[in-house]
């Protein structure tokens, strides 16, 4: 082989490198999220209605229920303890999606504990 054609193959070789690092690093960032997606997420998917709310930038106490897969009067129960934060708007409670991504990011998207006696204490506490 000659230096000629050695010369063009390493020209090619980092002409197509440098053409493809962008894409590459793209899908690395997209293979990247995709792992992140936890199998609540993947279970949600298929829930048109909460497909929808997931959507909403701010959300009613009923909204902000559904998409944490507790009921609404949990969620007041969550605010009074003072784990969620939210804005009045006359006598409605706003949530914040931000707020309640924060919220589901630091309990992991688990599902929600069953309301024993121990679990009702401990929510009617003050943080």
Not at 27 to 39: D, G, N, P, Q, S
Not at 56 to 76: C, D, F, M, Q, S
Request: proline share 2%; net charge positive; charged share 30%.
């Amino acid at each position: 082989m000659s230096t000629i054609d050695e010369a063009l193959r390493t020209a090619i070789r980092e002409a197509v490198a440098e053409g493809l690092r962008e894409p590459l690093a793209q899908l690395r960032t997209a293979l990247e999220a995709a792992a992140r997606v936890t199998k609540w997420d993947a279970e949600a998917r298929g829930d048109p209605e909460l497909a929808e709310i997931r959507q909403l930038e701010y959300l009613t106490a009923e909204e902000a229920g559904k998409l944490l897969r507790i009921g609404r009067h949990t969620v007041y129960k969550l605010v009074n303890a003072g784990y969620l934060k939210c804005t009045r708007f006359g006598k409605k409670l706003i949530f914040s999606r931000a707020e309640l991504d924060a919220f589901m990011a630091q309990h992991g998207h688990h599902a929600a504990e069953i309301m024993t006696a121990d679990v009702r204490r401990r929510l009617a506490r003050p943080a």
